[in-house]
């Protein structure tokens, strides 16, 4: 997949934990860490917002695109 999702850059940018954004967004630690280690096959647009919200940042800075990478194993 060449969508790259870079939550755990905006967490350190906003010196936030994965704990304080679950407990913002209303998601489990398990699914804040798919989409860390880039296992998540999609991304609802509620959770999208939920998390551009609580980090106050615009979706381009949590998905990025990289043309023929592939970050699956």
Same mark, same amino acid.
């Given at each position: /997949? @060449?969508? $790259?999702?870079?939550?755990?850059?905006?967490? %350190?940018?906003?010196?936030?934990?994965? *704990?304080?954004?679950?407990?913002?967004?209303?998601i489990? /630690? @398990?699914? $804040?860490?798919?989409?860390?280690?880039?296992? %998540?096959k999609?991304?609802?647009?509620? *959770?999208?917002?939920?998390?551009?919200?609580?980090?106050?940042?615009?979706?381009?800075?949590i998905?990025?695109?990289?043309?023929?990478?592939?970050?699956?194993?």
């Amino acid at each position: /997949m @060449a969508i $790259i999702v870079n939550v755990d850059v905006m967490l %350190a940018k906003r010196k936030m934990s994965v *704990t304080e954004l679950t407990e913002k967004v209303g998601i489990t /630690m @398990a699914n $804040i860490s798919i989409l860390k280690n880039g296992k %998540a096959k999609a991304i609802r647009f509620s *959770t999208l917002e939920a998390i551009c919200e609580a980090l106050d940042c615009q979706p381009g800075d949590i998905l990025e695109y990289k043309k023929g990478e592939d970050t699956q194993g």
